[in-house]
Nanobody, 111 residues
């Protein structure tokens, strides 16, 4: 019964920042694992970051030190702060809550 709405994608120059957000309806995030995957053109969907129900965070090596995932259980939102963006970060970003997925938001980083 969960529906996810993603926002915050767009076009940015290399070295810039974007903040992605994902808002849920239907039930709260409080007891679910949350995270983000991304899919670049011609590539498989790949893990980016996650945050557990105990607020432990995990990141793929290529984004460590640049991306930060957070959750707000009261507002039913999960966010991904992306700093020092690189052209290699260009992809469609998808949030997930348990087994539910958002529709994706495009992030494009120019050189």
């Amino acid at each position: 019964q969960v529906q996810l709405v993603e926002s915050g994608g767009g076009l940015v120059q290399a070295g810039g920042s974007l903040r992605l957000s994902c808002a849920a309806s239907g039930r709260t995030f409080s007891s679910s694992a949350l995270g983000w995957f991304r899919q670049a053109p011609g590539k498989e969907r790949a893990f980016v970051a996650s945050i557990s129900i105990t607020s432990s965070t995990y990141y793929t090596d290529s984004v460590k030190g640049r991306f930060t995932i957070s959750r707000d259980n009261a507002k039913n939102t999960v966010a991904l702060q992306m700093n020092s963006l690189k052209p290699e970060d260009t992809a469609v970003y998808y949030c997930y809550v348990g087994e539910y997925w958002g529709q994706g938001t495009q992030v494009t980083v120019s050189s």
